[in-house]
């Protein structure tokens, strides 16, 4: 059975700083990867996608990374900001059109 | 493109009511469609997976006769928590996937369910 971590579980940063979220599986057989963002009471944000032939993709202040062997992938933001503030999760997937399993999330506080 | 929306957004119930939750796909037709619960604090798990004209496929532990699933057309899957308890109070969220090699599902703003 797939089991997802993310460490840490919170974070708190002040505004300005590059940061990293890690997320760890361990069942190396996946699809692709994603991280999500969630807002408080809210519903979910993709972020990026990588599928798991690639190692890495790019959306402005976020890269994330995969190492499918190893089971793991990050999540690095740039030059962080009070917006960017919320719940960060990852999830794989085992084929296309498939169910997510979703890590246990980063909470994450940049403040001013 | 790619809108999910769910209604309603919140709702408050007795126990021992049933509440109907919709999922529907707005600018897409999605044959399959996943309806996730979240605990506060806790991260999603997936309760079922809904497909287009056939029985919902349930994920171990998950009840199919209280958590009815109806996914009759391209584009509305329906939860039903039957005889709902206190205990069953939490955050639902729906996941549309349009299919045609498109490898991300599209996730609904989700229906926070409260008990009392």
């Known amino acids: 059975k797939q089991e997802v971590t993310q460490i840490p579980a919170a974070l708190s940063v002040p505004e300005g700083e590059n940061l990293v979220l890690n997320c760890s599986f361990t069942?190396?057989?996946?699809?692709?990867l994603q991280w999500f963002r969630q807002d408080p009471g809210k519903g979910l944000t993709s972020l990026l996608l990588i599928q798991s032939s690639q190692r890495e993709q790019t959306s402005g202040r976020l890269n994330a990374s995969l190492d499918k062997s190893s089971g793991r992938s990050t999540l690095y933001i740039a030059a962080s900001q009070p917006g960017d503030s919320a719940t960060y999760l990852c999830?794989?997937?085992?084929?296309?059109?498939?169910?997510?399993?979703f890590g246990t999330g980063t909470r994450l506080q940049v403040t001013l | 493109g790619a809108v999910v929306s769910q209604h309603p957004s919140r709702v408050i119930c007795k126990s021992g009511t049933s509440v109907k939750i919709e999922c529907r796909s707005l600018?897409?037709?999605?044959?399959?469609m996943f309806w996730y619960r979240q605990f506060p604090k806790q991260s999603l798990m997936l309760m079922a997976t809904?497909?287009?004209?056939?029985?919902?496929?349930?994920e171990q532990g998950v009840e199919k006769d209280k958590f009815l699933i109806n996914h009759a057309s391209l584009t509305l899957s329906t939860l039903t928590v039957t005889s709902a308890h206190p205990e069953d109070s939490s955050f639902y969220i729906c996941?549309?996937?349009?299919?045609?090699?498109?490898?991300?599902?599209?996730f609904g703003p989700g229906t926070r369910l409260t008990v009392l």
């Open positions: 600018d897409f037709q999605a044959t399959t």
């Open positions: 069942d190396s057989a996946i699809y692709n």
């Open positions: 996941s549309a996937d349009p299919g045609s090699g498109t490898d991300t599902q599209y």
């Open positions: 999830a794989v997937s085992p084929t296309t059109a498939s169910k997510l399993t």
């Open positions: 809904s497909n287009e004209g056939s029985k919902a496929t349930y």
